[in-house]
Nanobody, 121 residues
Framework: QVQLVESGGGLVQPGGSLRLSCAAS????????MGWYRQAPGKQRELVAAITRGGSTNYADSAKGRFTISRDNAKDTVYLQMNSLKPEDTAVYYC???????????????WGQGTQVTVSS
């Protein structure tokens, strides 16, 4: 069994900050790209940011300059530091990882259960 467990969501005022964490656990052989996605009510899930094992990053235009993705390979954990939050950032944020898992041929995508981020005054 493989799990991705997110934490750090919550309610924050506009202009505030939050730090999301996602820890992977289980029979993991290696983790390739990890990323954060979000889904607002009535909208499709969208990529927020992604990071390769080597540290190369990719951001949605809406996240550039405000969000920072990072990872700790020793802890199989990815982070998303979100600053200058806006009401339109309100969504459920999902962690995603491309993992090689013991007993499974080839890398596969795994998802966390999601964590709610609400930006409101």
């Amino acid at each position: 069994q493989v799990q991705l467990v997110e934490s750090g969501g919550g309610l924050v005022q506009p202009g505030g900050s939050l730090r999301l964490s996602c820890a992977a656990s289980g029979s993991i052989l290696s983790i390739n790209t990890m990323g954060w996605y979000r889904q607002a009510p009535g909208k499709q899930r969208e990529l927020v940011a992604a990071i390769t094992r080597g540290g190369s990053t990719n951001y949605a235009d809406s996240a550039k300059g405000r969000f920072t993705i990072s990872r700790d390979n020793a802890k199989d954990t990815v982070y998303l530091q979100m600053n200058s939050l806006k009401p339109e950032d309100t969504a459920v944020y999902y962690c995603n990882g491309l993992l090689n898992v013991r007993g499974v041929i080839g890398a596969r995508n795994y998802w966390g259960q999601g964590t709610q981020v609400t930006v409101s005054s």
